[in-house]
C-alpha cells in the first residue's frame, strides 16, 4: 500500500528542490513566520514555486498577487492547506515554495 504523502511531490518534504534549470535549492529552516512570508513574496529576487498535487510551476512576480488571492480565498476552508518554506541555492538566492494541499 502506498502512502497518500508519497503520490504527488513535495520539496517541503524532501528538503530539495532541483528547478528546471538544474539548480540545487536546499530548505532552510522550519516553518516560516507570515512576516517572511510578505516579505519573500514581495520581492522580487526571491524565486516563488507553486506546487499543487502533481503540478510544480514557477510564479512571476506579476502573477503574485493571484496566489496570495487564491491562498486568501482558501484560507477558511477545511479541505484546503497551505505549506510555506524558504530555501536557498549555492549563490545563497531566496526561493519561497508554497505547497497546497486539498
Known amino acids: 500500500m502506498t502512502n497518500d504523502d ?3 511531490p513535495s520539496p517541503i ?5 532541483v528547478d528546471q534549470a538544474g539548480v540545487r535549492w536546499h530548505r532552510r529552516g522550519g516553518e516560516l513566520k507570515r512576516v517572511r512570508i510578505r516579505r519573500l513574496f514581495a520581492d ?20 503574485r498577487q493571484e496566489l496570495l488571492d ?13 505549506h510555506f518554506a524558504e530555501f536557498k541555492d549555492d549563490d545563497r538566492r531566496a526561493m519561497l515554495i508554497v505547497e497546497e494541499d486539498c
Not at 518534504?13 to 528542490?17: F, L, M, S
Not at 487564491?70 to 497551505?82: G, K, N, P, T, V
Open 70 to 82: 487564491h491562498i486568501r480565498a482558501l484560507a477558511d476552508d477545511e479541505y484546503s492547506d497551505f
Open 44 to 63: 522580487d529576487q526571491t524565486h516563488v514555486v507553486h506546487v499543487y498535487l502533481d503540478r510544480i510551476r514557477d510564479v512571476a512576480p506579476a502573477e
Open 6 to 8: 508519497e503520490l504527488y
Open 13 to 17: 518534504r524532501d528538503g530539495v528542490y
